[in-house]
């Protein structure tokens, strides 16, 4: 969750577009957006699965988009402007994530074992 907390403040400080109110409220989200990741993507990729042989996987990257946006319509303060903020915020978000997977760190054991 940290590591969601820390990639939200920095895309909120690159891309103008997202904002959030204050520190509970950039937790708040990446509480949520932590949530989202584990219950409700993988169910989404699942019933997506056959789009996604289609589109090569493409139609993933919109179900990681809309996990931000659940993420800014639930979390009150917490916010993402336009739709090219939000795809920007969404590749940024995936590349902290990929870089993770692979340097060393605490959060590898446990990123791995998912």
Same mark, same amino acid.
């Given at each position: +969750?940290?590591?969601?907390?820390?990639?939200?403040?920095?895309?909120?400080?690159?891309?103008?577009?997202?904002? =959030?109110?204050?520190?509970?409220?950039? *937790?708040?989200?990446? !509480?949520? *957006?932590?949530?989202?990741?584990?219950?409700?993507?993988?169910?989404?990729?699942?019933?997506?699965?056959?789009?996604?042989?289609?589109?090569?996987?493409? #139609?993933? =990257?919109?179900?990681? +988009?809309? +996990?931000?946006?659940?993420?800014? !319509?639930?979390?009150?303060?917490?916010?993402?402007?336009?739709?090219?903020?939000?795809? /920007?915020?969404?590749? +940024?978000? /995936?590349?902290?994530?990929?870089?993770?997977?692979? #340097?060393?760190?605490? /959060?590898?054991?446990?990123?791995?074992?998912?």
């Amino acid at each position: +969750m940290l590591a969601n907390a820390v990639v939200l403040a920095v895309v909120a400080l690159i891309l103008g577009g997202v904002k =959030f109110d204050g520190v509970i409220d950039l *937790f708040e989200a990446a !509480a949520l *957006f932590a949530v989202l990741n584990t219950i409700l993507k993988p169910l989404l990729k699942l019933v997506t699965l056959p789009i996604a042989a289609i589109t090569l996987g493409l #139609v993933w =990257f919109g179900v990681a +988009m809309l +996990m931000l946006v659940l993420t800014a !319509a639930i979390v009150d303060g917490f916010s993402i402007h336009g739709i090219v903020t939000l795809f /920007w915020a969404t590749v +940024m978000v /995936w590349v902290v994530n990929y870089v993770l997977d692979f #340097v060393p760190g605490p /959060w590898r054991e446990k990123r791995r074992n998912k």
